[in-house]
């Protein structure tokens, strides 16, 4: 069992254990049964980013196919009856996904300089405590009455 | 005068101390306080969910399968604006003629969509005036509605532009504008379709009767 041995075993130990080394040695490779998907998901955004970071028609192709994906996979469990109790936190949970890879990839605030996603975040932090500050107000006291 | 410190990134002088275009910058601004005003009316529409004193219910109005199809269109007129922006800073000039041209259409047909579904609500009694969630939705998709006729008239002058040879590679940041407004059109949307649609469809008649009035 590969996927059992790769969590709970690493070189003879279970994988959350990373050994201790002392301040003049460097720190360990983090070691996760996970590491070889994500080294396979790092190589393939090197290669539809031409590994120099700037992205690449393949690149917004994947992006936009993912988003695509995401929107049917709403679709689909908005018409599911029994999923029904989930639909508020799984719609928020898809759409915060469709969003962050929009602004991060089409948007370029990933490559772009910093300063713009401070920008853009700081508003977008003002505007989600103003949006959060009105629910509450109209939750505890009512609104229009 | 001295041109010491200028950089030049996609045609824009970069002479400032932030070492960033100030056009981007400014568009980011703009679009950061855009955020703020469609949160706005999108706590408006949330806050007034649910409180309308009589129909016809989003349970009765909304279309999900027509309106999905509506966000596609819209989804993949993202990629197509990045695309052309990509042609654009590579000199390609007629694929991105073809990925801008091919943005407006995208963007025409998400108003159609809109323009059917507004006739549509109209002819079944949903209009402004009918109650809060007819206030409040039509406030929220029309301000999203005029954005995007905003965007198909600036991409109409950008397409222009490019075909009278006015947009090359060296201004491509004019498109890049352009571009990031689109791409904001649509995350609004994204917000918009899953909470005014996905999540508000199911709502009919509010449950143990009119909660606005229960209590006082």
């Not at chain 2, 009316?41 to 009765?60: E, Q, V």
């Not at chain 2, 269109?73 to 654009?88: D, E, K, T």
Request: glycine share 10%; hydrophobic share 50%.
């Amino acid at each position: 069992m590969s996927i059992l041995k790769d969590l709970f075993h690493y070189d003879g130990n279970g994988w959350w254990r990373i050994p201790k080394t002392s301040e003049a040695q460097a720190n360990p490779v983090y070691e996760h049964p996970f590491g070889k998907f994500i080294g396979v998901f790092k190589g393939f955004l090197s290669y539809i980013t031409s590994g120099k970071g700037h992205a690449t028609p393949t690149y917004y192709w994947v992006i936009a196919m993912i988003l695509g994906i995401i929107t049917l996979i709403e679709v689909w469990w908005f018409g599911v009856e029994g999923l029904r109790y989930l639909l508020v936190p799984s719609m928020l949970f898809f759409s915060i996904v469709k969003f962050i890879l929009v602004v991060a990839f089409f948007m370029h605030l990933r490559f772009d300089h910093k300063l713009y996603s401070t920008v853009f975040v700081t508003c977008m932090v003002i505007g989600v405590i103003m949006f959060s500050l009105f629910l509450l107000l109209s939750a505890f006291h009512g609104l229009g009455n | 005068m001295s041109n010491q410190g200028v950089t030049v990134h996609h045609g824009e002088e970069i002479n400032n101390s932030t070492g960033v275009s100030n056009k981007k910058l400014l568009m980011w601004v703009f679009l950061g306080s855009d955020v703020m005003f469609f949160g706005t009316f999108i706590g408006t529409f949330m806050a007034y969910r649910n409180k309308s004193l009589n129909g016809p219910y989003p349970a009765d109005t909304l279309d999900i399968p027509i309106t999905s199809i509506s966000t596609f269109v819209l989804l993949m007129s993202s990629l197509g604006i990045v695309l052309a922006l990509h042609y654009l800073k590579e000199s390609k000039m007629g694929l991105a003629k073809f990925w801008l041209f091919l943005v407006i259409i995208m963007g025409m047909i998400f108003i159609g969509f809109q323009v059917y579904e507004f006739s549509h609500f109209a002819h079944i009694g949903m209009t402004p005036q009918a109650n809060l969630f007819g206030s409040t939705f039509f406030t929220l998709t029309s301000l999203h509605g005029a954005h995007v006729s905003i965007g198909i008239l600036w991409l109409i002058f950008l397409l222009y532009n490019e075909y009278k040879g006015n947009l090359t590679s060296e201004n491509a940041v004019d498109l890049e504008m352009a571009g990031l407004y689109w791409h904001f059109v649509d995350i609004v949307w994204i917000v918009i379709f899953a909470l005014l649609y996905l999540i508000t469809a199911g709502d009919g008649v509010p449950p143990g009767g009119l909660p606005w009035t229960a209590g006082h």
